[in-house]
């Protein structure tokens, strides 16, 4: 039970990290070969490519989970912990409802890639692992909405303050 309650606090965060890793690494390479020795390579292009996807869905869910995204929120300040509450449970459903129905869609664009067998043209392998992007962040970002759906109702219940998330400026 530790694992899975270390694993939910912190996979985002971890696979950002992996990914980022990536990202700077394979850039760096291609950066000094570039400069040195006049050549570049498509594959090193490829997983700067898809490690800034993967980072931007994975970076998305984050989000959701920290409710860091943007969002105006001069009138919440005004409002009790129940009205906060219900605008926020209600913000959420209204997403939970776009990300099942993107996750839907873009899981669809994965099983045709699949279907026709379609290859990235640097390093040769099945888009569907580059493709997975979309839908696995989508997958991330609807378990997380309900993390927070769950929390939000809590609150409410309870008439204690909503979760806000942290703030980036004060």
């Given at each position: 039970m530790n694992f899975l309650r270390t694993l939910d606090k912190n996979a985002e965060r971890w696979l950002l990290l992996v990914f980022y890793v990536m990202l700077v690494i394979t850039m760096a390479i291609e950066v000094i070969r570039r400069e040195l020795f006049a050549f570049s390579s498509i594959w090193g292009e490829e997983i700067v490519r898809y490690s800034f996807i993967y980072l931007a869905?994975?970076?998305?869910?984050?989000?959701?989970?920290?409710?860091?995204?943007?969002?105006?929120?001069?009138?919440?300040?005004?409002?009790?912990?129940?009205?906060?509450?219900?605008?926020?449970?209600?913000?959420?459903?209204?997403?939970?409802?776009?990300?099942?129905?993107?996750l839907y869609w873009s899981f669809e664009t994965v099983l045709v890639s699949a279907k026709f067998g379609s290859v990235s043209h640097g390093l040769r392998i099945s888009m569907v692992w580059f493709l997975m992007a979309v839908p696995a962040g989508f997958a991330l970002i609807v378990w997380r909405l309900l993390q927070s759906f769950l929390r939000d109702w809590r609150s409410l219940r309870d008439g204690t303050p909503v979760f806000e998330g942290d703030k980036l400026f004060d």
């Open positions: 869905w994975i970076g998305a869910a984050a989000a959701v989970k920290e409710r860091a995204h943007i969002r105006i929120d001069v009138i919440l300040h005004y409002l009790g912990p129940r009205p906060k509450a219900l605008i926020y449970i209600f913000g959420d459903l209204v997403m939970f409802i776009v990300a099942l129905v993107a």
